[in-house]
């Protein structure tokens, strides 16, 4: 491990937060990742989160398990797994990731939740954000932009990413319709899985009795996990018009894309220090 004594502490455990992970993985860094009690990750297959609901996942070359405690997520992490630990606060874990050895951790929100939550400078050495909602400058050293196009995975030192339109970007043609959300308050029930191949307006599951159907032909890319109590509206699943089976279990280029960006942003910050 090249850079054993510089801990990176990740906020959230989604798909784009695994292309982080993966990114500063293989470049040498130990990584915790830091997750709710019920992740609500669409795409677990792609996503660290789910060693949380199962235990442990692979994905492509990264091993991820859940820890039951920081001794046990440091263990990991120095030992080229990626450790998930249930943490929604900073505060939970405390001073006991504050100084590994002698240097500050690095803290990377990566949440995605389009707003600053409880993230602040002075949380860690380095502070990054992911998305729309911070301030470069301000609320954290350095935001990476999430918004495809373009400016995708950019580092922004000063400033704010691209702010949140509210409408997926578009994929194949398909933009906020690829989006399957749900249609009541209530569990979700799924008959279909990750993967699989739909027909406009095959029945997929179900929230509460209300049926959710494809709205066109595709592939099941990411469900939220089976028997998560959801609210009427709430995201929980993706399908994509690509049809491209293998792309529901590999990172994305978008989540790459912002990986790769955070990892500039790391190696930039201890350039300096150096």
């Avoid at 997750?35 to 990750?41: F, T």
């Avoid at 954290?140 to 918004?147: D, F, L, Q, R």
């Avoid at 890319?221 to 028997?227: C, F």
Wanted: net charge positive; proline share 5%; charged share 20%.
């Amino acid at each position: 491990m090249l850079f054993p004594n510089h801990l990176v502490i990740l906020r959230g455990g989604g798909d784009l937060a695994t292309g982080v992970a993966y990114r500063l993985h293989h470049a040498g860094f130990p990584i915790i990742v830091l997750e709710l009690e019920q992740p609500l990750v669409i795409r677990r297959k792609v996503a660290v989160a789910t060693a949380v609901l199962e235990g442990r996942i692979q994905i492509e070359t990264l091993h991820a398990q859940h820890a039951e405690s920081v001794k046990q997520a440091l263990a990991l992490a120095q030992s080229g797994a990626i450790p998930v630990l249930v943490a929604p606060e900073l505060s939970v874990i405390g001073n006991q990731l504050s100084v590994i050895g002698d240097r500050t951790p690095i803290l990377i929100d990566a949440r995605v939740a389009k707003r600053n939550i409880d993230t602040n400078m002075n949380q860690a050495g380095l502070v990054i954000a992911l998305g729309p909602g911070f301030t470069a400058g301000v609320d954290c050293h350095a935001v990476i932009e999430t918004m495809r196009g373009h400016r995708l995975g950019r580092v922004i030192w000063e400033g704010s990413a691209l702010p949140n339109t509210g409408t997926p970007g578009i994929v194949a043609g398909k933009g906020a319709e690829r989006v399957l959300r749900a249609p009541a308050t209530g569990q979700v029930k799924w008959k279909l899985e990750i993967g699989t191949l739909v027909r406009e307006r095959e029945l997929i599951g179900d929230v509460a009795g209300s049926p959710i159907v494809a709205p066109f032909d595709g592939v099941l890319r990411g469900l939220i996990a089976p028997g998560t109590t959801v609210r009427t509206g709430l995201k929980i699943g993706d399908l994509d018009a690509r049809s491209d089976v293998s792309a529901c279990f590999t990172i994305s280029d978008k989540a790459l894309a912002i990986g790769g960006g955070v990892l500039e942003a790391v190696l930039t910050h201890l350039n300096k220090q150096s």
